[in-house]
C-alpha cells in the first residue's frame, strides 16, 4: 500500500471536529467518491472524532490518500492517550453508550466505512482506523 | 459569538441551519429555541436542515430532543430539506428520528404545521371512543 498524501489535525474541541470534517469532506471529494460515500465518510470520521474528544480527551487525527493496486481509498486513523476501551465488543454493540450518548457512534462509524479497526489498552490509549475505498 | 437566528412567522419559529455546526452550537440551538418556544408561545417550530451535508448521532439528537421538548410545550415540530445522501447516510448510521415529522420543503412544512396545530393527531378518532 502507498500513502500518497497526509494530514494530521488535532482533535481537541468541537471545532475541531467540524474542521476534521472539512478535511474528510475535501479529500474524499479530491478521491473521487461519490457524494453519497463522501457523506458516509464523513459521517463516520465526525462520530470517532467526537469519541476521541468524550473518551479519548482528546487525541490527534491522521487523514491520508492511500492506493492499492487496483484502488484508491482514504485512511483515517484517530489515536488518544485516554483510559483506552475495556470491553471493545460491547463498545461495538448499538446502543451501547458510557457518556449519556445514543451510542451509535462506533458501530454506525463502522456501517459507514468499507474498513474499520479498534485498538485499545486500557490505560494507555485508544486508536481507530477508517478506511473508505473509491467505488470502482 | 456565532448564533443560529430563530425567526417567528405566524404562529410557527423558523430556524434555517445554514452552517456546518459544531456541538455547543447544537447545544447553544437547542436551549435557544426551547428559550423561544416559552417566550413566544408559538404552536409550531420549523427546522431548515436542506444547507446542511451532514447530521451526525449528535445532530440528530439534537433534533430529537428539540421535538421531545417541544411536545411537552403542546408544539408541533417539523423538519424540512433534508438532502438525499443525509437520509441514506442516517438510516445506514442507524438513525431513525424517533418523533420527528418531515416534509420536503418549507412550503409543506409549513402546510403540515398549520394542519397539526389545526386538528392534532389523534383527536378526530379518539374522541367519538368514550
Avoid at chain 1, 22 to 45: H, I, M, P, Y
Avoid at chain 1, 99 to 115: H, I
Avoid at chain 2, 34 to 51: H, M, N, P, Y
Amino acid at each position: 500500500m502507498h500513502v500518497e498524501r497526509t494530514s494530521t489535525l488535532e482533535v481537541r474541541t468541537s471545532e475541531d471536529v467540524v474542521r476534521v470534517r472539512q478535511e474528510v469532506r475535501n479529500r474524499s471529494g479530491a478521491v473521487g467518491f461519490s457524494l453519497v460515500d463522501q457523506t458516509k465518510f464523513v459521517t463516520a470520521a465526525s462520530e470517532i472524532a467526537r469519541n476521541t474528544i468524550d473518551h479519548g480527551g482528546g487525541g490527534l487525527a491522521r487523514i491520508e490518500t492511500i492506493t492499492v493496486p487496483g484502488k484508491r481509498g482514504l485512511r483515517l486513523v484517530f489515536e488518544d492517550q485516554g483510559p483506552g476501551i475495556a470491553d471493545i465488543a460491547l463498545a461495538m454493540q448499538d446502543g451501547y453508550s458510557t457518556a449519556g450518548g445514543l451510542g451509535m457512534g462506533m458501530p454506525g462509524a463502522k456501517r459507514l466505512s468499507n474498513e474499520f479497526y479498534v485498538e485499545s489498552v486500557p490505560g494507555k490509549g485508544t486508536k481507530v482506523t477508517l478506511v473508505r475505498w473509491k467505488a470502482t | 459569538m456565532e448564533q443560529i437566528p430563530i425567526l417567528k412567522v405566524g404562529r410557527c419559529l423558523l430556524v434555517s441551519i445554514q452552517i456546518d455546526m459544531h456541538d455547543k452550537l447544537a447545544m447553544a440551538l437547542q436551549d435557544d429555541l426551547t428559550q423561544k418556544l416559552v417566550e413566544t408561545r408559538a404552536r409550531g417550530v420549523l427546522i431548515d436542515i436542506s444547507a446542511l451535508d451532514l447530521v451526525d448521532s449528535f445532530i440528530g439528537r439534537m433534533l430529537s430532543n428539540i421535538a421531545a421538548m417541544a411536545r411537552v410545550l403542546d408544539t408541533q415540530t417539523v423538519v424540512v430539506g433534508m438532502r438525499p445522501q443525509v437520509a441514506i447516510t442516517l438510516v445506514e448510521l442507524g438513525l431513525t428520528l424517533p418523533g420527528i415529522r418531515t416534509a420536503l420543503d418549507v412550503d409543506r412544512g409549513l402546510a403540515l404545521i398549520n394542519k397539526l396545530i389545526d386538528e392534532p393527531e389523534g383527536d378526530s378518532g379518539a374522541r367519538g371512543a368514550h
